[in-house]
């Protein structure tokens, strides 16, 4: 007899990515882009870093309807039943409670990771190893576990989790979270040495997450519970209560406020690839320090730039520019200087006003 | 009896306009576009100038064969015969014979002007009046007569005609033609007073230019008369002679020699459209002097741009660029200062390094 694997995954995998627009468009968001250009998008290399120590039929991915078909399409090897859509947006805790209730149906001692879709990890090796450790711990302990990056920089983008450093076990109680803090605050973290950048990796047994929810979110359960799941039922069921539920992160309801919390420092040459400069930053870059992405790109009297033409049949001339995104597709053209990569949103409000129903967003 | 009218006209439109790549393309050159936005292509609007003085029938556009279609698509109105490819590229004086020997078997009286496609002509009224003043003198003296331009620069682009100032009869003998002079014979010839911008625009009597032909170019004069003309025959012949044909353009092979050319000055608002240069300075330009053709377009800190996205319905965000062509099509994109746009044969040739037979150019 095969002894079925108590541990689990759940790629998230919902985000509209609207800061890698044209790339990234409501259609077709980053998590389903081979954003650097590496032959995989980010949800298959998510997924294939994940699948060597969880089987494929542990393996779920939660998104949006809308992306249920992408995500089949490009995960070809995880059941289908698997890939769930969410019929409209709820942020995290919602959608981890509804693969908390699914999973647990199936096996009631399964330990989860939660990865979210469109994160890049270098570090392959040191992301297994820890998440092996985090398992351990979450089948072992009481614990919510997440995995915390050395900050390289004070990014006011990230949340960040302060640790309680005691002996050297490879992890630690979390004392406090701290979601995009002032660049002031931001320094003085790095400066302190106890804080780490939370990734949004989670690790935890579903009975010890499922308590924390009871605990901090007593209506949502109620809201699940009505529910069957893993049946034909579910889906009627999951669309009359999303309506209700609250748009609330799971780090803000739950791991904020629980204590029980611990932190494992990790290595992972981790970005989240947030913006087109990070995306910059993780790329190969040419002789002149332009990251492109095809070989019909030729540039001249250019430099530090990121140069992304989607369709590598097209080609590009790009003369006498220095720190710029051009990001080409065939609905939009974007170019501007590197350290407006902020203003994108601000870009596609504006084209919004130009026309309703407009196609390229 | 309806008298048929002795004024024919003559369309050249075989060029491949590849300084505006990548607008302009091998397959669908700048004649055939709509550069400036105006809802018309460039040779429907030389075709909509000259049909005000010239019946349908009378109008004659000579192309490489490869264009045919797109002429006879494009100008619908011309009679399908009238439309003729050239076998191969040879300059303008051989396909100009070509035209004088068809146009003479229909009506050995006739008087042709000669009209590139792809130029720019403002001043439309000016135009014709000039149109009429030289083939009436055409038609009563054996001079071979051109149209020029009072120059606004000293540019080096283009051929300069000398003419001999005496009298105020509108017209004047030619003294000498000067192709693309250095820049210091340029501006001496500004300052002169007596030069006037080689406009490429011709009117001849048919009988008169033959004569020309006889004496300049007697082996072309040979080879086309070893042809029938206007009837089945017509077509293998012209590709038994066209490759002994010499490359030379009429100007160099008989204007620069002939003693009976003269040239009436014509203050047409005219340009050759040569360079995405000109184009931006015929263009209408925004509050920020940005020549954009699509209301999808938005710039944010940026002047002085010319900015063409083919596709009205691609939106574009140019964000930061001061001075700089963007152009932008389904098969490349070009970015570069706008002082660079002489350099555009050299990216293309750079591009055709990169493979054989690719599809951009």
């Known amino acids: 007899m095969i002894k079925r694997s108590n ?17 990234s468009t409501h259609k077709f968001p980053k998590q389903f882009q081979d954003i650097l ?3 995989r998008t980010m949800i298959q290399q998510t997924y294939g870093r994940i699948s060597s120590i969880i089987p494929d039929e542990n393996i779920f991915v939660i998104t949006n309807k809308e ?63 820890k998440a092996e450790l985090g398992f351990a711990l979450a089948a072992s302990h009481e614990y919510l576990i997440t995995l915390g990056i050395s900050p390289s920089r004070p ?35 790095i400066e ?20 924390s929810y009871q605990k ?50 990790a290595d992972l040459g981790w970005s989240d690839l947030g913006t087109w400069t990070s995306v910059y930053e993780n790329a190969d870059k040419n002789e002149d320090n332009n990251a492109i992405n095809s070989r019909n790109i030729l540039t001249y009297n250019s430099g530090n730039n990121i140069i992304c033409v989607k369709n590598k049949n097209k080609a590009a001339i790009i003369d006498g520019m220095e720190d710029y995104i051009v990001v080409d597709t065939d609905k939009a053209l974007l170019i501007c200087p590197r350290e407006n990569d902020q203003l994108i949103k601000k870009y596609i409000n504006d084209l919004k006003k130009l026309k309703k129903g407009n196609k390229f967003l």
């Open 155 to 189: 990014d006011t983008g990230y949340g960040y989790i302060q640790y309680l450093p005691s002996g050297d076990s490879g992890y630690y109680k979390v004392k406090t979270f701290t979601e995009k803090p002032s660049v002031e605050l931001a320094k003085s973290f």
């Open 67 to 129: 992306y249920t078909e992408l995500c089949r399409a490009q995960l070809p090897n995880v059941p289908e039943y698997n890939i769930v859509g969410e019929p409209m947006i709820k942020n995290t805790a919602a959608c981890n409670l509804y693969m908390i209730y699914k999973i647990a149906l199936q096996n009631p001692s399964a330990n989860i990771i939660v990865l979210p879709a469109d994160h890049l990890i270098l570090n392959e090796a040191r992301f297994l190893e």
């Open 37 to 39: 250009g590496t032959g």
């Open 7 to 23: 541990n689990y995954c759940v790629i998230m995998a919902g985000g509209i990515g609207s800061r890698f627009w044209p790339l």
């Open 192 to 211: 302190s040495g106890d804080f780490l950048w939370n990734a949004g990796i989670f690790l935890w047994n579903v009975k010890v997450i499922l308590t």
């Open 216 to 265: 901090y979110l007593p209506e949502m359960v109620q809201q699940f519970s009505s529910c069957e799941f893993n049946n034909g039922k579910e889906k009627n069921c999951i669309e009359l209560i999303y309506p209700k539920l609250t748009k609330v992160s799971i780090d803000h309801a739950i791991l904020e406020k629980a204590d029980n919390v611990y932190v494992i420092p």
